[in-house]
């Protein structure tokens, strides 16, 4: 290898050669991988930059299970152990292939995953990096559903219920205060209330092979994803779907397969076809689906237990919008109990604040879930818990739940009629947010914002583009009494979803 390569003022020389170099250099390490010596002399500016390290060795070394995800772990191990480090050079598909003999099919899936735990990173034609940190970012599609910035006005944006319909907790606060209470003994005590396991058991869609509580429907759903998800395994999850549990999974180093919708539920000719890439967990959201409002019909959960049966998927569904959903309470764990975790949050029926959300299901799922959240917070507080069961058996908040159920539907079959009679298409589900169709996603958020409007832009809510642009509207915070309102909100809509592309857009 000749001593340097000369272009213009600058010499390049080979990792060897700078160590050899009788001129003492400043070295800057910009990585294992690379380095430059520079130093200044009569022909200028002089460098020298290295040639990057071969780790095929290293990682044809440490890969013993030569399937995506065992090449995946193997790669993220070395990161950890600082074997690779930040800015190295990967090989590429088809080096890492020939070596270990495999098809770069494989080692694509590899790179794929690990690039969706924020462990490397494709630059083209440059080739594949281990990034500047293996910490995941920040949930990115939680944080966007709040719509345009500095919207001063009406926020519809939230997917929060309306305050004034919530059961009033003084009265529940005042009762479960001043009686005696069996307070904690032991860390080691059942973490939920007998009392409100009876009632969750009475009202749960299936038997339930064990039951209990958390803190609220995302922290079920976290701990859920932490049991039984594995870096490189594939889940099925609705398209559009809840922005978190994009994030949740994107996160764990999950491969999503999205499915579409239709008024039934996923489509189930979409789950047969997903089937065939053998994911570990399916993800429903059966009731009020969020974004779309969808009901699973009770049909359609027929025919999905039926498609799985065969298979050993588990079955996750987030019933988050609970009693203020009209929807019947469908479950495929009527079908298949023991391989199906429900989730039911009583936030949006009984305030977002109680933090409450009972899990019942597997017991393969949740005894797990137990004993990981003993070396955790251990329980949700028995003393919010005793609240609960205030709130699910006095006779005025029952009834407070049954109207905000009632008025909940008004208000979105009001918008919905109002958008159609101005020609915007919406979805026409449950709950207390409307899925809208937009021809431009951006320009509907700018017109919106203009008139002091706020809501939630579509793409966080898919896991790939659908075609069609949405905005996601917030309808249980409108007021049905409020006839001005109603009138501007809907004629904004109407503006906004047919407003074109920004200049900066197109």
Same mark, same amino acid.
């Not at 020389?13 to 070295?27: A, E, L, Y």
């Not at 390490?29 to 500016?45: E, H, M, P, T, Y």
């Not at 409450?356 to 393969?364: K, R, T």
């Not at 539907?409 to 919905?416: D, M, N, P, T």
């Given at each position: ?97 020939? #070596? ?8 694509? &899936? ?29 949930p990115i599609r939680y944080l966007s559903i709040g719509g345009a ?47 409100? &396991? ?18 609220? #429907? ?36 999950? &491969? ?88 039911r949050s009583y936030s949006k029926s009984h305030g977002p604040d ?59 079959? #009001? ?92």
């Amino acid at each position: 290898m000749p001593l340097c390569a000369r272009k213009s003022n600058f010499l390049l020389f080979s990792r060897i050669d700078i160590i050899r170099c009788v001129i003492k250099p400043n070295h800057i390490n910009l990585s294992d991988s690379w380095k430059i010596c520079f130093w200044r002399g009569a022909v200028g500016q002089v460098s020298a930059v290295a040639a990057p390290i071969d780790h095929l060795p290293l990682l044809r070394e440490a890969i013993t299970d030569c399937s995506p995800k065992g090449i995946a772990a193997a790669v993220h191990r070395l990161i950890r152990a600082q074997k690779l480090n930040t800015g190295d050079r990967l090989p590429t598909v088809r080096e890492l292939a020939r #070596a270990l003999a495999i098809s770069p099919a494989t080692v694509s &899936e590899a790179w794929q995953v690990l690039g969706a735990v924020g462990a490397i990173q494709a630059r083209g034609r440059a080739g594949s990096f281990v990034k500047e940190t293996l910490e995941p970012g920040r949930p990115i599609r939680y944080l966007s559903i709040g719509g345009a910035p500095g919207v001063d006005g009406l926020d519809l944006s939230t997917g929060t219920p309306d305050p004034q319909l919530l059961p009033k907790l003084r009265e529940a606060l005042e009762r479960v205060t001043t009686r005696d209470l069996a307070w904690t003994t032991s860390y080691l005590d059942d973490p939920v209330l007998p009392q409100l &396991e009876v009632i969750l058991r009475q009202n749960w869609p299936f038997e339930a092979q064990r039951v209990t509580v958390v803190d609220g #429907a995302l922290d079920a759903l976290s701990r859920v994803v932490e049991q039984t998800i594995r870096l490189g395994d594939r889940v099925i999850m609705e398209n559009p779907g809840f922005p978190p549990l994009i994030d949740l999974l994107e996160r764990s180093g999950a &491969e999503i397969i999205p499915v579409g919708m239709d008024d039934e539920g996923v489509r189930h000719a979409e789950v047969t076809l997903a089937l065939e890439k053998s994911p570990v967990a399916i993800f429903i959201q059966p009731r009020a689906q969020n974004p779309t409002g969808t009901n699973m019909s009770k049909a359609r959960s027929v025919v999905l237990a039926e498609i799985l049966r065969p298979t050993s998927i588990l079955v996750i569904e987030d019933d988050h919008s609970g009693e203020i959903a009209t929807g019947e309470d469908v479950s495929i764990g009527k079908f298949l109990p023991e391989r199906t975790v429900h989730i039911r949050s009583y936030s949006k029926s009984h305030g977002p604040d109680l933090r409450i959300a009972a899990v019942g299901g597997s017991a393969d799922v949740i005894d797990p879930l137990l004993s990981r959240r003993m070396l955790g917070p251990g329980w949700t507080s028995r003393l919010l818990q005793a609240v609960l069961i205030e709130l699910l058996t006095d006779k005025s908040a029952i009834a407070a739940v049954t109207r905000a159920r009632s008025r909940y539907a008004v208000r979105s079959l #009001a918008l919905r009629a109002g958008l159609a009679g101005l020609g915007v298409t919406s979805s026409t589900g449950d709950g207390i947010n409307a899925w809208v169709e937009v021809a431009d996603e951006r320009a509907a958020l700018i017109t919106l914002a203009a008139t002091g409007i706020r809501v939630a832009p579509g793409t966080p809510f898919e896991v790939v583009p659908t075609g069609v642009h949405h905005v996601r509207v917030t309808t249980g915070l409108l007021h049905e009494d409020d006839t001005e309102q109603w009138q501007h909100v809907i004629t904004a809509l109407a503006t906004a979803a047919k407003a074109g592309p920004t200049l900066r857009g197109v």
